[in-house]
C-alpha cells in the first residue's frame, strides 16, 4: 500500500513538472496570453547547429513534432511563437528588420515592458557595427552572407513593438531609455561597451526581475 501511494504521489509530481507547450498564432495573441496548449503530442525543441546555420541561416531553434506532420507544417510556416514552460520562441519566419528577413525556425525571447525581445544574427547596418564586434555588412542571400562571415556565432537583441508589430534594434540607445529610471544599472551598463547579446540580455533580465 506504502508503495502505491508514493507511486501515486510521483506520478503526480511528474505530471506537475512536464513543460506545458502553448502555440501563438499571431502577435495581438501573445501578447493577449490567448494561445492554444498543444495536448497531442511533445513539442520537439533542438538547438541547431553552427554548420546548419551556416549553410541555411535562420535562427538558432528549429521547433517540430515528428509524429504530427500537420502541427509540424503549421509550426515551421504559420506559427507565431511558441511557449514551453518558462521559455519562450519567436518565429523568425514572421519577422523582418528593415526589409531584412531573418530566415526560417525560432529565436529565444521575452516579454519585458510591454513588448517582446528576442536575439538574433546581426542585420544589415547592424552587422556593420563596431559594438556588435562586426566588420561586415548582410548583402544579397543572408545564407550567403552568414556563410561568409563570422556572424554565425554573433548575436543581438531586438524588440517588437506591441502596437505596430515592428522590430527594432535594442542598442545603447534603446537600452539607455529602458533603464533610465535604474541610474545605478545604466550607469554599469554604458561601462560594459557592448551591445552583444551576451550584455543586453544580462540587463533585459535583470529589468525582467524588477518588473514582477
Avoid at 535562420?58 to 513534432?65: E, L, M, Q, T, V
Avoid at 525556425?105 to 557595427?129: D, E, H, K, Q, T
Amino acid at each position: 500500500m506504502r508503495k502505491l501511494w508514493i507511486f501515486c504521489i510521483m506520478s503526480l509530481v511528474g505530471l506537475h513538472l512536464a513543460a506545458q507547450d502553448i502555440v501563438y498564432s499571431n502577435l495581438k495573441d501573445l501578447l493577449a496570453y490567448d494561445g492554444d496548449t498543444v495536448t497531442v503530442t511533445t513539442l520537439k525543441i533542438e538547438k541547431r547547429t553552427k554548420n546548419q546555420i551556416s549553410l541555411s541561416g535562420g535562427a538558432d531553434y528549429k521547433i517540430s513534432a515528428d509524429d504530427n506532420k500537420s502541427l509540424c507544417k503549421y509550426l515551421k510556416n504559420r506559427c507565431y511563437a511558441v511557449q514551453s514552460d518558462t521559455s519562450l520562441y519567436v518565429n523568425c519566419k514572421k519577422l523582418r528588420y528593415k526589409r531584412l528577413r531573418f530566415g526560417g525556425w525560432y529565436a529565444p525571447a521575452m516579454r519585458l515592458a510591454g513588448n517582446i525581445f528576442f536575439s538574433a544574427i546581426p542585420m544589415g547596418s547592424v552587422a556593420g557595427s563596431s559594438s556588435v564586434t562586426m566588420d561586415v555588412t548582410l548583402g544579397g542571400s543572408v545564407g550567403d552572407a552568414i556563410a561568409a562571415s563570422g556572424l554565425v556565432s554573433k548575436r543581438v537583441y531586438y524588440e517588437i513593438d506591441a502596437a505596430t508589430g515592428k522590430v527594432d534594434f535594442v542598442g545603447k540607445d534603446r537600452m539607455c531609455a529602458l533603464l533610465e529610471s535604474h541610474s545605478e544599472l545604466k550607469e554599469e551598463y554604458l561601462k560594459e561597451n557592448s551591445e552583444s547579446a551576451v550584455i543586453t540580455g544580462k540587463y533585459l533580465q535583470i529589468l525582467k526581475k524588477l518588473e514582477k
